[in-house]
Structure formats: C-alpha cells, structure tokens
C-alpha cells in the first residue's frame, strides 16, 4: 500500500495541476541526468521502466530521442496513467512507450527485466524506501543502470525559488507554490544523509552517492547493477 490513495478526487486535480504546470520544471531539471548519464549509452532496442510515470512527459521525451527504445511507465494514478497514454497518442509514441497502473512498492515484473529503471519522484510518497528501490534494483538486469531522484528535505529557499520560476505558472501561482513546497513538500522528503544511507544499502557499483541538481530543490542517484 502507498502512503495516499490517488485514485480519491482531490489527488487527482491536485496532479493535474502538477502535471500542467509543474512537471515541465521537473523534467527540465532532470533531463541531463536522465537523457545524458543513463539513456545515451543504453544499446539498442533496451527497454525501460519508469517508475511514477506521471503524466509520461519523461517516458514520451526518452523514445522521441530514441525512437530504438521501449518505455514501460508506471503509476499508482489512474488518472496520470490515462494523461500518459494520451500524451503519448498525441505524440504518436504510443507503441514505444506503455503506461499502465502500479504500485512502486510491488512491481509487476520478473527481476532481471529492464536494462533501466528511474524512479523520480515516488520515494517521499512511499511508506518503505527502502523497499521501493529493492524492488528496483530486482527487476533490472545485471549490468543496467538505476537512477533516482526525488526532493531534498535541507534544500535551500534559493532553490525552490529557482525551480518554482521556471515553472509556466503565473506570478500569483509561482508565489503560492513557492510556500507549499517549502513548508510541505520539501518536509515529506528524505535530505541527504538519509538517501545515501538508503543508496548504500543497495548491491550497486559505479555509483558516488546522492548529489543536489544545481538550481533545483532535489537530489539524483545514479548505480549500476
């Protein structure tokens, strides 16, 4: 079980909004990690799993720069896992990326599926972290590379301003959305310390631990199997 049950009505206009307005962001800021230090070296023909799919905006970007590559998304929203899919229809990528419903504390998937697995976003919304990337690492093949990324709880107000303004949303709603993050999302999250505890705990190698993305209030992980 997750910590919140997104399938009741206001989660799911509360990541509506989000996947409007705030995701673009969020994807901006992890598109170097995840396009440059996981998806590039990738051979041929690999498959993905998105874990916390979202709207699918991650998934959708990954095959239209790969078109050689297929994406599995998962959510625990009905409604992000119908935005995804019809994100992807939209974009004509529907038969390189999939999105289904799922929970990132019991993945569907035989272990050794996926030549990759990231996982941005889900880890301060699930009752056992540590569970969620063992989970992770189990479905990902030897030698694939695992990536995460999620809020960092220390992160600076600078950060969350950095990040908030380069959001699409207007003046009043940067100015509100700047107040939540700081004084609840970012609180829900782990810092540091606690995701390099949880990234040790891993069987992983190639991997220096958490870093912070610069201008922005989130941390990302990288290792391989």
């Not at 992000?80 to 569907?108: C, H, I, P, T, W």
């Not at 390099?196 to 069987?203: D, E, G, H, I, T």
Request: hydrophobic share 40%; aromatic share 8%.
């Amino acid at each position: 079980m997750s910590v919140f049950d997104w399938s009741t009505p206001v989660p799911n206009m509360f990541w509506e909004f989000y996947d409007r307005w705030v995701s673009p962001a969020v994807v901006a800021a992890l598109q170097e990690d995840l396009h440059e230090r996981l998806i590039r070296e990738l051979p041929k023909g690999s498959r993905l799993l998105d874990v916390g799919s979202g709207g699918g905006q991650h998934a959708v970007q990954i095959v239209q720069r790969r078109p050689d590559l297929q994406v599995v998304g998962i959510d625990i929203s009905s409604t992000m896992v119908k935005r995804a899919q019809a994100l992807a229809r939209r974009e004509n990528v529907s038969d390189k990326a999939s999105f289904s419903l799922g929970d990132a504390m019991q993945l569907g998937f035989e272990a050794d599926s996926f030549d990759a697995v990231y996982c941005a976003g889900p880890l301060k919304q699930v009752p056992d972290k540590h569970h969620v990337l063992r989970e992770c690492h189990r479905v990902l093949r030897p030698g694939g590379k695992l990536l995460a990324m999620d809020v960092n709880r220390g992160c600076s107000y600078e950060d969350v301003v950095a990040f908030v303004n380069r959001t699409p949303l207007p003046e009043a709603g940067r100015l509100l959305l700047k107040v939540y993050f700081s004084a609840y999302v970012a609180r829900q999250s782990i810092d540091l310390d606690e995701a390099r505890a949880l990234w040790s705990a891993l069987p992983l190698r190639d991997c220096g631990g958490p870093r912070r993305i610069p201008g922005h209030p989130a941390f990302v992980m990288v290792g391989r199997k």
